[in-house]
């Protein structure tokens, strides 16, 4: 199995190269040479497999052959190992949880995965792998928790200091042993541009063995795409003739792109709502066709603060850079936080669910979506637990109605370890040489 990188289509790097090297010397992002329908063979028994299987299968197909069938069960079998059920709100709207994994969000999906296919891919190497990452809230608690304890590796987070919620920062922090965590006095973006200048650094690169686990790289992907064929065969159960369409709270655009590689994989799906918070480039971009990124907003839906989303590279790629491509697969929308605080507000008075703000954006742009296509069946993906977002949730629907799950309360007076750094990539130099 073959990738290139969207800068340049003539490059061709195996597996391993696109896993642990994540981004291609060119600044593009790396992609599968091809991603083709699954056979009837698949379609055949796709309702009647268990999750995992069901990952297993569109694995499988995805990597054609590139890893030992027995070898690539184990890893999705692994990985996968909680559920994402389908929560029907009512005949319009469901929710699809995507929060049953460890650390209560659906990065747990691309981390787990990647970790154990990292670990396979360098299983016969001499050097340590240091996996660097900049997360915006739940990417670096996931990554952690996915390789805590991994031999040979060691990972370190950067976060933006005050930019993530208290219990998201106690995943990042807490940890110890192989984790280390990077308090960055600046925004997500810059710590994502840290990353990058380490990256695009091609001798410390090499000297650090650095990899990265942000969502550019490919293995997180796939994974979440698994959902995608998981949500819509819960659908299909019923036999109606609507096809889902997919409403997804987007900060990075990697949750989308999964939907869109699980189209391309043949799933029927009838169209694709992206909804952000304020930080609504592609909104933007998909009305005007002008894509200007900026400095990212601090919002209550911390995960999407993103200026500068960095799979849009892959969404042009799949579209073949034509703007009336995407706009007629996906559309976009922006809300604010005060509609936001709102509509957690009506999901629980009119559904009695308890929402989290990520997916409550998704509901505004499921209920907008509604109005124009009122027998549309929408399925919303609740990408975290509520409860990771405490301090809104008890503002906005009282203190004490969200419940704490315990592996998430239990972090709470454990002690903080992170090293304090401004936002300038000499900073993660340093502490990597230290
Ligand atoms: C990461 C994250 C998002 C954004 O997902 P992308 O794949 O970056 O678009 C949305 N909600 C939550 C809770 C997240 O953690």
């Not at 190992?81 to 969000?105: C, K, Q, R």
């Not at 747990?108 to 016969?124: C, V």
């Not at 990899?211 to 994974?223: G, Q, Y």
């Not at 930080?279 to 998909?286: A, E, F, G, S, T």
């Amino acid at each position: 199995m073959q990738f290139y990188s969207t800068n340049n289509p003539d490059l061709r790097v195996d597996l391993k190269e696109a896993v642990i090297r994540s981004l291609p010397a060119d600044n593009g992002l790396y992609m599968p040479v091809s991603i083709t329908p699954l056979p009837d063979t698949f379609w055949d028994k796709w309702q009647d497999l268990s999750f995992a299987d069901l990952g297993y299968e569109v694995a499988s197909h995805f990597f054609q052959g590139a890893i030992p069938e027995q070898d690539l069960k184990a890893i999705v079998h692994d990985a996968i190992n909680f559920d994402a059920p389908l929560v029907e709100l009512n005949e319009s709207i469901s929710i699809l949880e995507l929060f049953h994994g460890p650390t209560l969000a659906f990065k747990d999906f691309g981390a787990r995965f990647m970790a154990r296919l990292m670990a396979y891919l360098t299983k016969d190497d001499d050097q340590e792998l240091t996996v660097l990452v900049a997360t915006s809230g739940d990417t670096g608690g996931a990554v952690a928790s996915a390789f805590h304890n991994v031999e040979n590796t060691r990972v370190i987070i950067l976060y933006p200091k005050g930019g993530v919620s208290d219990l998201q920062e106690k995943q990042l922090v807490t940890l110890g042993g192989n984790i280390s965590a990077l308090e960055v006095e600046g925004t997500f973006d810059d710590c994502q541009r840290m990353v990058k200048a380490c990256f695009l650094d091609a001798d410390l690169a090499k000297k650090h063995n650095l990899t990265s686990a942000n969502s550019i790289n490919i293995s997180r992907l796939l994974p979440q795409s698994f959902y995608y064929f998981h949500a819509a065969r819960q659908l299909a159960k019923q036999q109606l003739d609507q096809l889902p369409t997919f409403v997804i709270p987007s900060g990075n655009f990697g949750n989308l792109t999964a939907g869109l590689i699980a189209q391309l994989m043949g799933l029927p799906i009838a169209n694709f709502v992206a909804a952000t918070n304020l930080n609504d480039v592609v909104p933007r971009y998909l009305a005007d066709g002008n894509y200007a990124p900026q400095p990212s907003i601090a919002t209550i839906s911390n995960a999407m603060d993103v200026g500068a989303p960095s799979n849009f590279a892959r969404m042009q790629n799949i579209f073949g850079d034509s703007w009336d491509a995407m706009r007629e697969n996906i559309s976009g929308l922006a809300f604010d936080d005060q509609e936001t605080r709102e509509a957690v507000k009506a999901v629980k008075e009119i559904h009695d669910y308890t929402i989290d703000p990520h997916g409550a954006v998704g509901y505004l742009a499921a209920q907008i979506w509604l109005e124009a296509m009122p027998e549309a069946r929408t399925i919303i993906l609740e990408t975290a637990h509520p409860s990771k977002f405490i301090d809104t949730m008890d503002e906005v629907l009282g203190k004490g109605t969200t419940e704490i799950p315990e592996r998430l309360a239990c972090l709470a007076d454990l002690e903080k370890v992170a090293k304090l750094v401004k936002p300038d990539p000499q900073e993660v130099v340093d502490f990597l040489s230290e």
